[in-house]
């Protein structure tokens, strides 16, 4: 009997599913495995390449993870039971984005989800750690049971891919900003490479065993935790929590002006806050060693 494999993605610059297309080049090409894509499809779509307002309004509902509807799934998915659900997903304001979140808390999904082994693929900026946490609890609540998780992430340094991915949303282009920095985004090595990893998911597949997976996919590199972004991210989320309560209290011209000086305080923690703590994370390193080594593993994990 076959075993059949759902693919579950949001892209809307066309990054995601290049990841998609790469690491289940593997799972498509076997003959043993029935694998089928579904792209979320929103009732309302997200502009792209956005404009200001659209990008910063997305902030409050996306960070609070409020869900969105999303268009019907198809019913032959719907009515299908799957031995493996692969969940592809972006990360927006330090969260899930809306169209993944949506696609999780959506009442026609309960069934998908539940009592179905789910490994996570992330392709963000560079913090996913408490998205992935969050992620983790919604599929707790949908009784679903998480194996396997791949986080791919763009490698160039902090502030130069703030920059880049910026011009990129707002631009809907992929270029050289300057034509000096790197290409925004994962890049293209990181991408064809992480067909590696859809080898050790078809391996666990064909072995109907996956209590190895995520240690097999650690030693491939599929994970890479860094203890300074994990308190960035920390740090970021107590922030982004009182400016999305605030913020998704306004309406009008207030929620307007507020969402600018939401823009203006990410400026500042992106160039002034955020090195601050790199260099408080450098001089305190030695004294936060084995803090950052338990840091490392967890997140590394799926419990």
């Not at 593997?26 to 390449?49: A, G």
């Not at 693929?121 to 049971?145: D, H, P, V």
């Not at 859809?198 to 890479?224: C, D, F, R, T």
Request: net charge positive; charged share 20%; with cysteine.
């Amino acid at each position: 009997m076959k075993c059949k494999v759902l693919v579950v993605y949001y892209s809307q610059s066309g990054q995601l599913k290049e990841i998609v297309d790469q690491t289940t080049y593997d799972l498509v090409q076997n003959q043993d495995i029935n694998l089928t894509k579904y792209k979320i499809e929103m009732e309302e779509e997200f502009p792209f390449p956005w404009d200001f307002y659209s990008f910063f309004n997305a902030f409050p509902d996306s960070f609070l993870q409020k869900d969105k509807n999303i268009k019907p799934i198809p019913t032959e998915i719907l009515n299908q039971k799957y031995d493996l659900i692969l969940l592809y997903y972006q990360v927006w304001f330090l969260s899930p984005s809306i169209p993944i979140n949506s696609f999780l808390r959506d009442k026609q999904t309960q069934q998908i989800l539940e009592n179905s082994k789910i490994i996570t693929i992330s392709g963000s900026r560079n913090m996913w750690f408490l998205a992935q946490e969050k992620i983790k609890t919604i599929l707790k609540e949908r009784q679903a049971k998480l194996v396997g998780n791949i986080a791919l992430v763009d490698h160039t340094p902090n502030l130069v891919s703030a920059m880049t991915i910026v011009n990129w949303m707002f631009s809907g282009v992929k270029k050289r900003m300057f034509n000096l920095l790197p290409l925004p985004g994962i890049s293209e090595k990181t991408i064809q490479e992480s067909r590696r990893f859809g080898k050790i998911i078809l391996n666990s597949i064909q072995n109907n065993n996956y209590s190895n997976l995520q240690e097999n996919l650690i030693q491939s590199g599929a994970v890479e935790v860094k203890p300074f972004l994990v308190s960035v991210d920390t740090k970021g989320n107590r922030m982004f929590k009182v400016w999305s309560k605030i913020i998704d209290s306004k309406q009008g011209i207030q929620r307007e002006k507020y969402l600018k000086f939401f823009y203006y305080y990410l400026i500042l923690a992106i160039w002034i806050i955020s090195p601050l703590v790199n260099l408080l994370y450098i001089i305190f390193y030695p004294f936060n060693y084995f803090k950052y080594k338990k840091q490392v593993k967890y997140f590394q994990g799926i419990e």
